[in-house]
C-alpha cells in the first residue's frame, strides 16, 4: 500500500505547479476570452463577439505570423540539416567544438541577440551595403522588411532545428548507408532512400521546436520589423499590457493556441506521429 | 587525361559543398556573438551603439556603474538561483517517479509535461497574467516572476533528468543492496552521484531559460525589472555598451560553467564504466561501455 503511493507523493510537487500556474491559468484566459467590457467592470456573459473581432481585425496579423514562422522554419531547415549531417558524419574530433557552436548564441541572451542583428543590418552596415549592391535592399534598408524580421526568427531558433536533426542522424547505424552503397546506390540515392528517412523523426521535433515558438515571437518583429511587420504576438502584448483590453487579447492568445494546436496536428498526421511522440526531442 | 584546374575546383567544390555550407552556418551562428564582443569596446557618440565609433576599454572599466543595469542583473540572478533550485528538486521528483513507477495515469503526467514546452511563450504569459489579475492575490512582481520561471523550467528538468535515468544501469543500485545498503544509502551513495551530471545540466538549463526570459517576465514583472526587461526598456533610448560587456560576462561564465559540467560528466562516466571490464566474463565484450 505504501510503495504504491510512492509516485504520487514524487510527482506532487511538480503537477500541483503545473496545475496551479498552467492549466488553471489557461482556463482563466479562456474565461476572460468571454468577458466583455472593459478593466474594473468586466463582465462574464459567453461574449464571443470578442473572437469574431479578434478574427476580423488582426487576421491580417495571424496570417503574416504563420507565414513568417513557416518561411523562418523552411529556411532554418535548409541551413540546419548539412551542419548537423557535418557535426554528425564528417567532424571526427571537431565534433564538440562544432556542437559547441550551435548552442553558443544561447550563452548570450536573447535580447541581445536580436539587437546585434539590429547593428548587423543597420542602414550603414557593410551587411546592408552589400545586400544593397547585390539589389536585395530596395532603397538601402534591411531593417523594418519582412526579410529583417524573418532573418532574425530563422537565426534565434536555428539551434532547435540543429540538435534535433543532430541527435538523430548520430543514432543511424553506418552500416545501413553502406549497405545501401553495397546494392550499387549512388550516393544522392543513399542519402535520399537511407539516411534522410532515418533522420525524419529529428527533422519533426526540429521544425515543431522552431515554428512553435517563431509563431509566438514578438522580439524580432519589435526590433527588426516596422509598423507593417507586426506579429500577432505584439498585437497580444500591446493589449494585454499597454492598452488593457484583456478580455480581446486573451480571445487572441486562444485563437493563437487553437491555430498551433491544428497545424501541429495536421503537420503530426502528416509526418507521422511515431517520429514526435517516440522521441524525447533533445 | 588530365584535368584543368578549374575543373578540379568545380570538383573539390561539389565534392565539399556540405562542408562549406556547414562552415557557413557556423559562421552565420557566431557573427552576431563576434558583433556583440566587438561592440563593447565601442565608443558611440550619441546614444546608440549601432554603428562603429573607436575602441574604448572605459565600458569594460564601468561595467557594473549602471545602478539600474546592476540592479536588474542582481534580480535576475536571484530570480534564476531561486528557480533552479525549486525547478529542479520538484523536476528531478518528476522524473524519477516516471522512470522508476509504473502507475495509474502516468500517460496523463507526461502529457502534463509535455504541452507546456509546445505552448507559445506568450500565451504563457497571457494566461499567467489573466489568472493573477482575476485572481488578484498575488501582486505581481518578484513573487509573480519566481512562479512563472518555476513553471516554465519544471519540464526541461524533468526531459534532461528522465533522459539519464533511462540510460542507467539499475544493476549497480541491486549490487549495493545485496551488499546490505539500505534504500536510502542506495540513493545517496550510488544513485544520486551516477546522475548527478544529468542533474547538473538539468540545473544549468533552468538557470540558462530563467536567465534569458522576456517574453514570460514582461507579462508578469509588475514594476520588478530583470536584466532581459532592462535591455527591452532601455532599447527605445539607446542601449548602454555596459549591456553588451554584461552579456559577454555572462557568455564566459557559462562557457566555463560547461567546461565544468563535461569534466564531472566525464568523472561520472568513468565511475560507471568499472563495471564492464569486471562483467567481461560474463559474455559482455570489454570495453563495450555501459549502456549510457
Same mark, same amino acid.
Not at chain 1, 1 to 11: H, I, Q, T
Not at chain 2, 157 to 176: H, T, Y
Not at chain 2, 235 to 262: D, H
Given at each position: ?51 469574431n473581432e479578434a478574427l476580423s481585425l488582426y487576421d491580417t496579423q495571424f496570417i503574416r505570423s504563420f507565414v513568417y514562422a513557416g518561411v523562418a522554419t523552411v529556411a ?207 | ?32 556573438? $563576434? ?44 530570480? $534564476? ?186 568523472? $561520472? ?24
Open positions: 500500500m505504501k510503495r504504491r503511493a510512492v509516485p504520487y507523493l514524487l510527482l506532487l510537487p511538480g503537477t500541483a505547479w503545473l496545475l496551479l500556474f498552467f492549466v488553471v491559468p489557461l482556463y482563466y484566459m479562456a474565461e476572460l476570452s468571454l468577458n466583455s467590457g472593459v478593466v474594473g467592470e468586466l463582465e462574464f456573459n459567453w461574449n464571443w463577439d470578442n473572437y532554418a531547415l535548409l541551413l540546419a540539416y548539412p551542419l548537423a549531417y557535418t557535426i554528425a558524419f564528417k567532424a571526427g574530433k571537431w565534433r564538440n567544438a562544432l556542437l559547441f557552436a550551435v548552442v553558443a548564441p544561447f550563452f548570450t541572451t536573447y535580447l541581445i541577440r536580436t539587437l546585434a542583428w539590429e547593428t548587423i543590418l543597420f542602414d550603414e552596415s557593410p551587411v546592408t551595403e552589400i545586400l544593397d549592391a547585390l539589389g536585395l535592399a530596395p532603397e538601402g534598408h534591411v531593417l523594418a522588411t519582412s526579410g529583417a524580421v524573418i532573418a532574425g526568427l530563422t537565426y534565434n531558433f536555428l539551434p532547435f532545428m540543429i540538435l534535433p536533426i543532430y541527435a538523430s542522424l548520430e543514432r543511424i547505424d553506418v552500416r545501413l548507408i553502406e549497405a545501401s552503397k553495397d546494392l550499387y546506390a549512388s550516393a544522392a540515392q543513399s542519402f535520399v532512400r537511407v539516411t534522410l528517412p532515418l533522420s525524419a523523426p529529428g527533422v519533426v521535433a526540429g521544425t515543431l521546436l522552431t515554428f512553435i515558438p517563431a509563431v509566438g515571437d514578438y522580439v524580432n518583429a519589435q526590433f527588426l520589423g516596422g509598423v507593417g511587420n507586426r506579429m500577432i504576438g505584439n498585437v497580444i502584448q500591446s493589449l494585454y499590457l499597454t492598452q488593457s483590453n484583456y478580455p480581446a487579447a486573451a480571445a487572441l492568445s486562444f485563437l493563437l493556441m487553437a491555430l498551433i494546436m491544428v497545424a501541429v496536428f495536421v503537420y503530426i498526421r502528416f509526418a507521422g506521429s511515431e517520429a514526435l511522440m517516440g522521441e524525447e526531442a533533445v | 587525361m588530365r584535368e584543368s584546374g578549374g575543373a578540379r575546383a568545380w570538383r573539390w567544390l561539389r565534392e565539399h559543398a556540405v562542408v562549406i555550407a556547414a562552415g557557413l552556418v557556423v559562421l552565420y551562428l557566431l557573427i552576431p556573438i $563576434a558583433v556583440i564582443f566587438f561592440f563593447s569596446f565601442n565608443d558611440p557618440q550619441g546614444r546608440y551603439n549601432f554603428t562603429w565609433q573607436g575602441f574604448t576599454l572605459e565600458h569594460w572599466g564601468n561595467a557594473f556603474g549602471i545602478e539600474e543595469l546592476t540592479d536588474a542583473l542582481l534580480t535576475s540572478l536571484k530570480l $534564476a538561483v531561486l528557480a533552479t533550485v525549486i525547478a529542479t528538486i520538484v523536476g528531478t521528483l518528476m522524473a524519477l517517479a516516471l522512470v522508476r513507477h509504473n502507475f495509474f495515469g502516468r500517460r496523463l503526467a507526461n502529457f502534463l509535461i509535455v504541452i507546456p514546452m509546445a505552448t507559445p511563450e506568450v500565451v504563457m504569459g497571457a494566461a499567467l497574467l489573466s489568472f493573477f489579475l482575476i485572481l488578484g492575490t498575488f501582486s505581481l512582481g518578484f513573487q509573480t516572476l519566481l512562479i512563472a520561471h518555476v513553471m516554465f523550467c519544471i519540464s526541461f528538468v524533468v526531459v534532461v533528468v528522465r533522459s539519464r535515468l533511462i540510460g542507467f544501469d539499475r544493476n549497480l543500485e541491486e549490487a549495493a543492496r545485496d551488499l546490505g545498503a539500505t534504500s536510502l544509502q542506495t540513493f545517496r551513495l550510488v544513485t544520486l552521484p551516477l546522475i548527478l551530471p544529468g542533474i547538473f545540466g538539468a540545473a544549468m538549463l533552468s538557470f540558462a531559460l530563467s536567465i534569458d526570459d522576456f517574453v514570460i517576465s514582461n507579462f508578469n514583472s509588475g514594476t520588478t525589472v530583470t536584466f532581459p526587461l532592462y535591455i527591452f526598456g532601455a532599447a527605445q533610448r539607446g542601449i548602454p555598451v555596459e549591456v553588451n560587456v554584461i552579456a559577454m560576462i555572462l557568455f564566459f561564465f557559462t562557457v566555463a560553467a560547461m567546461g565544468f559540467a563535461t569534466w564531472q560528466q566525464r568523472r $561520472a562516466e568513468k565511475m560507471a564504466s568499472v563495471r564492464p571490464e569486471q562483467e567481461a566474463g560474463a559474455g559482455m565484450p570489454a570495453g563495450v561501455p555501459a549502456a549510457t
